[in-house]
């Protein structure tokens, strides 16, 4: 079974410029979930979506940050315009099922974004 | 505020050294607390998921145990390829299905 696929793996981009992550989760899978870890900080939860619909978006840091799922299957975070704050690595994860999964949540291996 | 606090952050062991890695949590209502592994350039990789206190699991050198406010993950003799940092994240569901992460612990096996 394919992983849960993220790319760029890395992307730098300066400060005002438009950038857009993508993951592909596991097929399969309705849950998908966007983290992002800010040097020398905990992973911190951004956002989940059940299928093509956003369940919890309260980590969202602002309205620079816009996260779609087409069709309820890959997703993109796009970050615009990006400032240097938002550097850090952006994993990404999915689940198949809404409550605590005994097997945890499958993350992908991120994207590492540097705003310069 | 919801918070998960690891300890120590990081951790220098000799091969075969037995030691325990530390995590503590605020966090109301608790359904499911994580252990993750995390290599560089990696994204956390799943170890386990405790429910309630009491409960421990195991795979292979490892075993992690949950209390009401706190959770240890015990390594014994440790080998290199144990070297990677270690997350822990709780899970305590209600209207959300988000993780709250520690900062990990770094932990270096030496041979």
């Known amino acids: 079974e394919a992983g849960v696929t993220q790319f760029p793996s890395h992307s730098v981009i300066e400060k005002g410029q438009t950038v857009t992550l993508r993951c592909d989760p596991i097929?399969?899978?309705?849950?998908l979930y966007w983290y992002r870890r800010v040097m020398g900080k905990e992973i911190k939860f951004l956002l989940h979506?059940?299928?093509?619909?956003?369940?919890?978006e309260s980590g969202m840091p602002n309205n620079r940050f816009l996260a779609e799922r087409t069709g309820g299957t890959y997703s993109t975070l796009k970050v615009q315009p990006a400032e240097l704050e938002d550097s850090g690595v952006y994993f990404c994860?999915?689940?198949?099922?809404?409550?605590?999964?005994?097997?945890?949540?499958?993350f992908g291996s991120g994207t590492r974004l540097t705003v310069v | 505020e919801d918070q998960v606090t690891q300890s120590p952050e990081a951790l220098r062991l000799q091969e075969g050294e037995s030691s325990s890695l530390n995590c503590s949590y605020t966090?109301?209502?608790?359904?499911?607390l994580f252990w993750y592994r995390q290599d560089p350039g990696k994204g956390p990789e799943f170890l386990f998921t405790?429910?309630?206190a009491g409960e421990e699991k195991e795979k292979e050198r490892l075993k992690a145990t949950l209390t009401k406010k706190e959770s240890f993950l015990h390594i014994t003799a440790p080998k290199p390829e144990d070297s990677a940092t270690y997350l822990c994240?709780?899970?305590?569901?209600?209207?959300?299905?988000?993780?709250?992460f520690g900062t990990g612990t770094l932990l270096a096996v030496q041979p």
């Open positions: 994240a709780v899970f305590y569901g209600g209207a959300t299905n988000k993780l709250i």
């Open positions: 994860a999915s689940s198949q099922d809404l409550g605590p999964p005994n097997y945890g949540y499958t």
């Open positions: 979506f059940v299928k093509e619909s956003k369940q919890d």
């Open positions: 405790l429910y309630s």
């Open positions: 097929s399969g899978h309705d849950n």
């Open positions: 966090v109301s209502g608790l359904r499911g």
